[in-house]
């Protein structure tokens, strides 16, 4: 055990109010909802922040970039983000991660890691490639005004089919495992830092991998759909469809609480379903029906302190009228070098009121 002294935590979690410990892990909800996006709840997506001053993403679906710039933290303090597979509610922000936090005062290459797949197309490294195109003009336009390193990304593909360490470096070792979500090329994280562990499904259905590979974590969470019923009232599914859905493509929660039973983690913690008050009580009763241990039903911006002698769980107060966060190294931002502006046609910019 620690010979810390025991950090006191306030009712909420204010950004940049609460210094992490050296020894402490803190996880952040950027998006605990299912693809379909609305305001309550973004995709997919978590921040994890180490007390050695590594920052992880792992997923960085539609909205939770938001939400992560509510926490207002300068993007050049991002470490690695880490996908789990492609589906867009998963991936659907990369083109935020990568040219906000440019903006934002990324004054090294964008460090991406993500899994391979049967074919190269189905892999991240296709991915990202395709993204760049996509957006040529968008970068491309960039690159005068901005330091031209910030366009870069190093893209770290890694084999989707075993369990390897995909990350080794400052005290912080990251195993990928294959996760079982519908075909080959998803996985599942372990983060293990200090004696504490942190364990990330993505999508999922159970699976042996997720037990085998989530034993002793102070932290497991796990893909936990909204039920059967649930799907049919409020999503307009038929039966069979939301048994597909719920059963076949993610995990029912019954089928979580028993992973979660299985594992025994300090604290289990559902995701990817919609949490509202009348959809959660039923969550919480089916997972129940197989676990008994700490729980959490999650929201965005919920936020999990972790220590080896507790885990304290409660909501993050953020500003909806945040500017983006003031950059570390703002001289050296300035300075870094910049690549030759593009010109417009003469015929455009003769037409400027006040020429530039």
């Known amino acids: 055990m620690s010979d810390q002294p025991k ?7 204010f950004p940049n109010t609460e210094e992490l410990g050296t020894h402490e892990m803190r996880v952040t909800a950027l998006g605990t909802g299912r693809p379909f996006l609305r305001p309550a709840q973004a995709n997919a997506g978590w921040l ?4 050695n001053g590594d920052k992880f993403m792992f997923d960085f679906g539609f909205g939770t970039q938001t939400n992560f710039a509510a926490l207002e933290i300068p993007y050049e303090r991002m470490t690695a983000y880490f996908a789990t597979h492609l589906h867009t509610d998963h991936v659907g922000d990369f083109p935020q991660i990568w ?9 090294v290459p964008l460090e991406v890691y993500g899994p391979s797949g049967p074919e190269p ?6 991915f990202v490639d395709k993204i760049r195109e996509a957006y040529a003009w968008d970068t491309d336009t960039r690159v005068g005004f901005l330091p031209a390193v910030g366009a870069e990304i190093n893209v770290h593909e890694f084999e989707y089919s075993k369990v390897h360490v995909v990350y080794d470096r400052n005290g912080v070792k990251i195993t990928s495992f294959p996760a079982v979500h519908i075909y080959d090329g998803p996985v599942s994280f372990r983060l293990e830092w200090n004696g504490l562990v942190f364990v990330y499904s993505g999508d999922t259905t159970p699976s042996w ?3 085998e590979n989530a034993m002793n974590a102070d932290i497991v969470i796990h893909d936990t759909y909204n039920t059967v019923s649930q799907l049919v009232a409020k999503s307009g599914y038929d039966e069979r469809s939301a048994r597909s859905m719920a059963g076949y493509v993610h995990s029912l929660p019954n089928e979580a609480g028993r992973v979660f039973d299985l594992i025994k983690p300090r ?3 559902g995701f990817h379903f919609f949490n509202d008050f009348d959809t959660a009580p039923e969550m919480a009763s089916e ?3 197989n676990y008994s241990g700490p729980l959490a039903l999650a929201k965005d911006l919920m936020v999990f302190n972790i220590t080896r002698e507790q885990i304290v769980t409660r909501m993050a107060v953020t500003s909806s009228h945040v500017w983006p966060s003031r950059p570390d190294n703002g001289k050296a931002f300035q ?6 502006k593009m010109k417009m046609s003469p015929w455009l910019s003769d037409k400027q009121v006040f020429p530039k």
């Open 7 to 13: 950090p006191q935590y306030r009712e909420h979690y």
């Open 48 to 51: 994890v922040e180490l007390g």
């Open 99 to 107: 040219v906000g936090s440019w903006v934002g005062g990324r004054l």
């Open 121 to 126: 197309k189905y892999g991240m490294k296709h």
């Open 209 to 211: 991998f997720m037990v």
């Open 267 to 269: 604290l289990a913690v």
């Open 287 to 289: 997972i129940r029906k």
């Open 335 to 340: 300075q870094a070098p910049r690549k030759e």
